[in-house]
């Protein structure tokens, strides 16, 4: 007899990490599907630049209220530190929004990324389904036993990193649950608004509270044991396209074999601002800029590419508002710059490419420190990140490149050995057809 499943997938779809992620975790469902089940994947959208992927990658879209611009998600949630969503009003018509999407899908399975709406909405709403979270970090409370540091955005991140530990380590448990980098008042408030009687959410563990987490990372840089049996850690999950062919002309004469200056690839993806690119381009300007060659993504969400180009004096560095096939570049280049999101690092990860990175937001910090301890990256504090730092810090990385590229290369050794599409595909089945025998 066949069987009938409704999975809705729910994330920032306006983020290009999330929602790419978002669609490779419903291709790997699809791929491992049984033969006798009949599937249907609807993800929810408020606007995004990636609705046609989906729509092309066979998959429904489901308009949830209220339909926002879709081009960058700070913009469109009003985000600010400790706040995805800034203002409480438009959390809760986003809440409502997502109560009303889940009631009108009627799913089997509810997956939801970093989205504490997803899963408020899914407790609200369809409390007897089933969620999965696929994450970017182990975001229980167990995460809090890592070994941390703080926020960018608090004067305490200015200390050495060792000395920003040994205090994180001895803080109490009971207070680190409410870092301000965790809080989350808004949603908070519109849950409470929206008849919430659940446990307290006082952070955005609680938020994203789920029956099972799919975190997207190697467990190499986590306490392993200290997670529960319902932490399960995959491994890369990032945008892979099928035939990746690089057709601009400009980009071939900067990846040219003859062309023998050093060869960086930056992109800030949709997490960037118009002030941190335009340090990127300045940098090509400087005395060491002038000997290599670049590719930089000015996406117009970001910054005008008319205003990125007038700023840059180097023939040998082409600026592109179009899509490129990163991974394709990546093998191709000696560095990377770039922001701290997982999808971007995890591309240049397993290309073996070193990186040079700037954290927009407390997780990316987390990911490009992760990377930096491994000897592979060069994080970047947001607030020294300017021309003359990112010029130090490219020379640093190709005067001692051998070692960048070797620790490079075994980590993306590391993260080649994983399968993250029969790991999700599988577990997630399993998950499945242990709710259809109940």
């Not at 599409?421 to 599988?426: A, D, P, R, W």
């Amino acid at each position: 007899m066949r069987k009938n499943i409704t999975i809705a997938i729910a994330t920032i779809f306006q983020n290009g990490g999330d929602a790419t992620r978002a669609l490779e975790i419903a291709k790997f469902i699809r791929d491992h599907k049984p033969d006798n089940y009949d599937l249907r994947i609807v993800f929810i959208t408020r606007g995004s630049l990636y609705e046609d992927k989906c729509i092309n990658s066979g998959f429904e879209l489901y308009r949830a209220t209220p339909q926002l611009q879709g081009i960058r998600y700070q913009d469109d949630f009003e985000t600010k530190f400790g706040e995805l969503i800034g203002n409480e009003e438009l959390a809760y018509d986003i809440l409502q929004g997502e109560i009303n999407a889940y009631k009108e899908i009627n799913p089997d399975l509810v997956i939801y990324g970093f989205w504490p709406i997803g899963s408020i909405a899914k407790r609200l709403a369809v409390p007897m389904v089933k969620s999965i979270a696929f994450l970017p970090l182990p975001l229980t409370e167990a995460f809090l036993n890592e070994s941390l540091s703080f926020p960018d955005e608090l004067p305490l991140s200015r200390l050495p990193v060792k000395f920003q530990r040994w205090i994180m380590n001895r803080i109490p448990h009971t207070i680190k649950r409410r870092n301000p980098a965790f809080k989350h008042s808004a949603i908070r408030k519109a849950a409470e608004r929206s008849g919430w009687s659940g446990s307290t959410l006082v952070n955005v563990f609680e938020m994203l509270k789920s029956d099972l987490y799919l975190v997207n990372d190697l467990p190499i840089f986590y306490r392993t044991d200290r997670y529960a049996s319902n932490v399960i850690f995959t491994g890369p999950v990032y945008a892979q396209e099928k035939h990746e062919e690089i057709e601009d002309t400009e980009i071939l004469k900067i990846l040219d074999k003859t062309n023998s200056h050093k060869k960086l690839f930056c992109t800030l993806g949709t997490s960037g601002s118009k002030k941190e690119l335009l340090e990127i381009v300045k940098m090509f300007n400087s005395p060491l800029g002038m000997k290599c060659s670049g590719i930089i993504l000015s996406p117009p969400s970001i910054c005008p590419i008319e205003e990125s180009r007038q700023l840059l004096n180097n023939e040998n560095v082409y600026i592109t508002d179009k899509f490129v096939p990163a991974k394709a570049i990546n093998q191709k280049v000696d560095l990377v710059i770039c922001h701290g999101g997982q999808g971007t690092l995890q591309t240049a990860i397993t290309s073996a490419t070193p990186i040079i990175g700037v954290a927009t937001q407390p997780e990316q910090k987390i990911n490009l420190e992760h990377l930096e301890a491994f000897g592979s990256a060069i994080r970047i504090p947001i607030r020294n990140w300017n021309c003359d730092n990112l010029e130090n810090s490219v020379q640093k990385v190709l005067l001692q490149y051998v070692r960048y590229k070797q620790n490079a290369e075994t980590l993306c050794r590391h993260y080649n050995e994983t399968n993250a599409k029969s790991i999700i595909g599988e577990r997630i089945w399993k998950e499945i057809e242990a709710c259809v025998r109940l």
